[in-house]
């Protein structure tokens, strides 16, 4: 079993749909929390990070932490042609001498006018 | 948010060659860079880890001596691909740890280099 599982799509919704990104983990020494946008042939531009459990919202974007049931989220509101890219969640475990990211395997988003 | 550059986006080597990417942390001090490669479609694979003025770790399965890691100060990381083939040909990323509130447990990606050899 991966440490980390994502849902790697394709995910095709029409503009303004709300779209829910999902991943869940196995590792509980897992603190913190991120999500990356990759658009192709670009490098992880950096959406939400968060270390608790509970919501985080930034303009259209909500990270969503449930660290007992081992489960984050990204909601992208009133979503547009521009979020179409891959979306990466990121985990660091607490304690980590390098931090060393685990990644999810990425959902690949389709948003069509 | 922090910003981490990448030089040079895409480069074109012959086989056999050596070639070097460069990181840098343009507005915070990176304790800790990593590099990364990504083929098409898939995610992003950890080559290794560097810590300023000490020798990089190397995931299982990369040549250290193929890979030659340097970070020589708290901005800087190079990567420099050593006797390049074609099969070394990918999307080369390099991520970058601050130090501080601000940015210490959050890793900001460079814009990523493409190594294309010939």
């Known amino acids: 079993q991966k440490e980390v599982e994502q849902d790697p799509g394709p995910l095709s919704v029409p503009e303004g749909a709300i779209v829910s990104l999902n991943c869940t983990y196995s590792?509980?020494?897992?603190?913190?929390f991120m999500w990356y946008r990759q658009y192709s042939r670009k490098g992880p531009e950096l959406l939400m990070y968060?270390?608790?459990?509970g919501n985080k919202e930034d303009g259209r974007f909500t990270a969503q932490v449930d660290k007992s049931s081992k489960y984050i989220s990204l909601f992208i509101r009133d979503s547009q042609p521009s979020d179409s890219a891959t979306y990466l969640c990121?985990?660091?475990?607490?304690?980590?001498?390098?931090?060393?990211?685990?990644f999810g395997t990425g959902t690949l988003l389709a948003v069509q006018p | 948010g922090a910003v981490v550059s990448q030089h040079p986006s895409w480069v074109i080597c012959k086989s056999g060659t050596s070639v070097k990417i460069e990181c840098r942390s343009l507005?915070?001090?990176?304790?800790?860079m990593f590099w990364y490669r990504q083929f098409p479609k898939q995610s992003l694979m950890l080559m290794a880890t560097?810590?300023?003025?000490?020798?990089?770790?190397?995931e299982q399965g990369v040549e250290k001596d193929k890979f030659l890691i340097n970070h020589a100060s708290l901005t800087l990381s190079t990567l420099t691909v050593t006797s390049a083939h074609p099969e070394d040909s990918s999307f080369y990323i390099c991520?970058?740890?601050?130090?501080?509130?601000?940015?210490?447990?959050?890793?900001?990606f460079g814009e990523g280099s493409w190594l294309t050899v010939v």
């Open positions: 991520s970058a740890r601050g130090i501080g509130t601000a940015t210490g447990n959050t890793i900001y």
């Open positions: 590792n509980s020494a897992f603190q913190y």
């Open positions: 968060t270390y608790s459990s």
């Open positions: 990121a985990m660091i475990p607490y304690g980590g001498a390098t931090n060393k990211l685990i």
């Open positions: 507005d915070f001090q990176a304790t800790t």
């Open positions: 560097s810590n300023e003025g000490s020798k990089a770790t190397y």
